[in-house]
């Protein structure tokens, strides 16, 4: 984990897991909740923001993520350049 926050403070996004793959596995975890998806709230908010990422920024590592948090909520977490 340490070597991962520091990797997203510092702004490297280089992709050992993508944003895409991270994507297809949320998405099969919402679809086998099925109903179940609306009193699951941890996992409805992780699918809509790994959507955001994958349209916004493809290819970059499942970190990427972040970027939809710094969006949101107009903060800087990371130095580097998206």
Do not use: I
């Amino acid at each position: 984990f340490d070597r991962r926050a520091m990797r997203v403070v510092e702004g490297n996004f280089d992709a050992t897991f993508t944003v895409e793959l991270m994507h297809k596995d949320v998405s099969l975890a919402a679809r086998m909740a099925g109903a179940d998806l609306e009193r699951m709230p941890m996992l409805k908010e992780t699918l809509a923001a790994y959507t955001a990422a994958r349209a916004k920024w493809p290819g970059q590592d499942f970190s990427g993520v972040t970027h939809v948090v710094e969006e949101r909520f107009g903060l800087s977490v990371s130095r580097g350049a998206r």
